[in-house]
């Protein structure tokens, strides 16, 4: 595929995941207004986080694999794609808890949205900053079981569900682990380049490209 090719196709899938992204929280926000306006605000930042910005790469990639393993049907691989999204939006925001960050893609994230919100409130530092960081972590938390939701509530064959989650599965299990070592191998002292690499292979390139490439080709088959 020529990179124009994939540039253009990229701005469809970014385009069609902020429709999926929409329609998925539309019902989740007014589920949650009924039980109260706090948690109503949860989902409300939780949606933002998903809108913040962000290259959409993973369900491109998801789309690029679906049809080379020779499937038809975009939209239901948009769909299924959704999942990876929302996945990327969960490990985004839990990422930000473990680096103490409170920006993302030029802007506030939940953390540090929640933390400005609470400073009337909360007037030790610490504190709030436990309290904005807890937010964070229920809409992370609500962000995986949405993943989830996405891939079983889609009509297709439930071999086809089943295999899609264990794919689902497989990502988070490397790149928890490949998150893990970029976290404690300062402590080790010196590491060897051979366990160095494990780094960007485990936590970058099996959750960016190889997984969604599989996940968009296991729909298909």
Do not use: W
């Not at 605000?41 to 933002?48: D, Q, W």
């Amino acid at each position: 595929m020529a990179q124009d090719d994939f540039f253009e196709l990229n701005a469809y899938v970014a385009r069609a995941m902020d429709k999926r992204i929409g329609a998925f929280f539309a019902s989740k926000i007014t589920a949650a207004a009924d039980i109260d306006p706090l948690f109503k605000r949860l989902l409300l930042e939780t949606e933002r986080v998903m809108r913040l910005g962000g290259k959409r790469l993973r369900p491109t990639l998801a789309l690029v694999g679906y049809r080379a393993a020779g499937g038809t049907d975009d939209e239901l691989a948009l769909d299924a794609a959704l999942a990876l999204e929302l996945l990327h939006g969960f490990m985004c925001v839990h990422d930000d808890i473990m680096d103490r960050d409170y920006m993302r893609h030029g802007g506030l994230n939940m953390s540090g949205r929640y933390s400005n919100s609470l400073r009337t409130k909360v007037k030790d530092g610490a504190e709030r900053d436990h309290l904005a960081q807890s937010m964070s972590l229920l809409g992370g938390d609500l962000l995986i079981t949405f993943v989830y939701e996405a891939i079983f509530t889609m009509d297709i064959p439930a071999e086809t569900r089943l295999a899609l989650m264990r794919q689902i599965n497989e990502t988070t299990f490397f790149t928890v682990g490949g998150q893990q070592l970029d976290v404690l191998y300062p402590l080790e002292g010196e590491v060897s380049v051979k366990r160095l690499l494990k780094i960007p292979y485990y936590k970058t390139s099996m959750y960016t490209f190889v997984n969604p490439l599989l996940f968009g080709a296991t729909l298909a088959k």
